[in-house]
C-alpha cells in the first residue's frame, strides 16, 4: 500500500523528531497500581498522552506530534494506542512499563483517523476507525500486532464517518458509532452533509466483517450524531450525541442493548439548554452499574443508572469531557480542559485529585483507566 510520498517523509520527519524526545516514565508501574491515561495539551500547546495516578502525580508524558482523542488498552495492559484527533492521520503505540512509544501508524493514503480504535479479545489485531474522505464512507482498518503493526486489511462500518469502536463481552462483536457527517482535510472540521446526515449504531463481527445489525434514531433525530459511548459486561451501550443545529433541544444521552430500539434518556429541564446539544464523552463505572456522560460546553458530567436510564446527578466540572472508571464500584474520574481532575462517588461527592500534574495540564476529550 504506497503512501503519497511528501505526506511519508512528513510524517516520519516528525514521529522521528518526537521519538527523540519521547517522555521516560517517572517511575516504574509496578502493574497493580490503578493508573489513569488522557491526551492533554501543556504550556505552549505542547501535546501529548499522560499518566497519573490516584493522587493525581506524573507516571509518564509522552509528546504527540498533533492533538492526541481517544486511547485504547491492550488486554494484557502492557501497550496502549493513542490516536489523534480527527482529521488527524497518526496513532502512538506505547509501552506503558517503560511510557515510551515503540512504534507510530500513519493513516493509509486517502484516509485519516476518527480519533479512536480498540485491541480484538486476544491481541493480536487492533482495528481503527477511518474516514475514506475520496469516497466519503467509513473504513475499520486491520493492523496485526505481533507483525510490526503491519496493515493487513479492512472493512466497511457500514455508514459515514465512524467514530467510537469497542468489543462486546463476547470477544468478537465489534461495535461501531457512525457519526454520519461527511468531512474532509481540506475543509478542516466542516460538516459538509448535513442535509443527508445517516448516524448509526452498527455491530458487526470483527472476525469477517459481516453485519450484526444496524439501528437509527427517528427521521425527525436526523441531525443527532451518535458518536461516542460505552459499554459494560451485559451488552449494554451508552451512547453520547451531538445534536448538528440549535432549532432543536433533543436527548443527547441513550442506550441501548442488541436487538432493541435506542432508548433516549431525558436530562432534567433546567439543563436541556444549558449543555448545548453537546455529549462529549461517556464511560461506565467499573460496576458497569452507572455511567458517566460528559457535556462539557454546559460544564457539566452527567451520572445515569444504566439498568433504568435514570437520571441520577450532574456534576460541576469547568469544560468537563473526559471521564473514565475510577477506583471501583461506581467511583468515576472527570478531567478538566481547563486543569484538575476530579473523582466522584456517590457516597463522597466529587474530590479534586491534589497532584500538581494534573493541574498544569488541559485535559482532552477523553480519558481511560489502566486496571
Not at 135 to 152: C, Q, S, T, Y
Not at 248 to 258: D, G, K, S
Not at 310 to 321: H, P, Q, T, W
Not at 353 to 361: K, Q
Request: charged share 20%.
Amino acid at each position: 500500500m504506497r503512501l503519497m510520498e511528501i505526506n511519508r517523509r512528513s510524517f516520519l520527519a516528525a514521529t522521528a523528531a518526537f521519538s527523540l524526545v519521547a517522555g521516560k516514565a517517572v517511575r516504574a508501574h509496578p502493574g497493580k497500581e490503578p493508573l489513569w491515561l488522557a491526551a492533554n495539551a501543556a504550556a505552549g500547546r505542547q501535546y501529548g498522552l499522560g499518566a497519573f495516578d490516584r493522587n493525581g502525580d506524573q507516571v509518564f508524558e509522552l509528546p504527540l506530534p498533533g492533538r492526541g482523542h481517544g486511547i485504547a488498552i491492550a488486554p494484557d495492559g502492557q501497550t496502549c494506542v493513542a490516536v489523534a484527533r480527527r482529521p488527524g492521520t497518526f496513532a502512538a503505540i506505547i509501552d506503558l512499563a517503560q511510557g515510551e512509544a515503540t512504534h507510530w501508524l500513519e493513516a493509509p493514503e486517502g484516509r485519516h483517523f476518527h480519533g479512536h480504535g480498540v485491541f480484538s479479545a486476544d491481541g493480536q489485531r487492533f482495528f481503527s476507525a477511518e474516514n475514506d474522505y475520496a469516497e466519503a464512507v467509513g473504513i475499520i482498518g486491520i493492523w496485526a500486532v505481533e507483525d510490526n503493526w503491519r496493515r493487513v486489511g479492512e472493512m466497511s462500518s457500514y455508514g459515514i464517518e465512524p467514530h467510537d469502536i469497542r468489543l462486546l463481552a463476547d470477544g468478537h462483536t465489534l461495535v461501531v458509532a457512525n457519526g454520519g457527517i461527511i468531512t474532509h482535510p481540506e475543509s478542516g472540521r466542516a460538516r459538509l452533509n448535513l442535509e443527508r446526515m445517516d448516524s448509526s449504531l452498527v455491530y458487526m463481527d470483527s472476525r469477517d466483517g459481516s453485519l450484526l445489525g444496524q439501528w437509527r434514531l427517528p427521521a425527525e433525530l436526523r441531525l443527532l450524531s451518535m458518536r461516542h459511548f460505552a459499554v459494560n459486561a451485559n451488552g449494554d451501550v451508552a451512547i453520547g450525541m451531538q445534536h448538528q443545529s440549535d432549532d432543536q433541544t433533543p436527548p443527547i444521552v441513550a442506550l441501548h442493548r442488541f436487538g432493541q430500539e435506542i432508548r433516549l434518556l431525558e436530562l432534567p429541564a433546567p439543563m436541556t439548554k444549558t449543555v448545548r446539544n453537546y455529549c462529549g464523552s461517556v464511560a461506565m463505572a467499573a460496576d458497569g452499574r452507572t455511567f458517566a456522560a460528559s457535556c462539557p460546553q454546559g460544564s457539566l458530567v452527567t451520572v445515569w443508572e444504566t439498568a433504568s436510564g435514570r437520571f441520577l446527578k450532574a456534576v460541576s466540572v469547568a469544560d468537563g469531557c473526559g471521564v473514565a472508571a475510577g477506583l471501583g464500584g461506581d467511583d468515576l474520574i472527570m478531567t478538566s480542559g481547563r486543569r484538575g481532575v476530579w473523582d466522584w462517588s456517590a457516597a463522597g461527592g466529587a474530590q479534586a485529585l491534589p497532584g500538581a500534574y494534573v493541574n498544569e495540564r488541559n485535559w482532552d476529550n477523553h480519558a481511560i483507566r489502566l486496571a
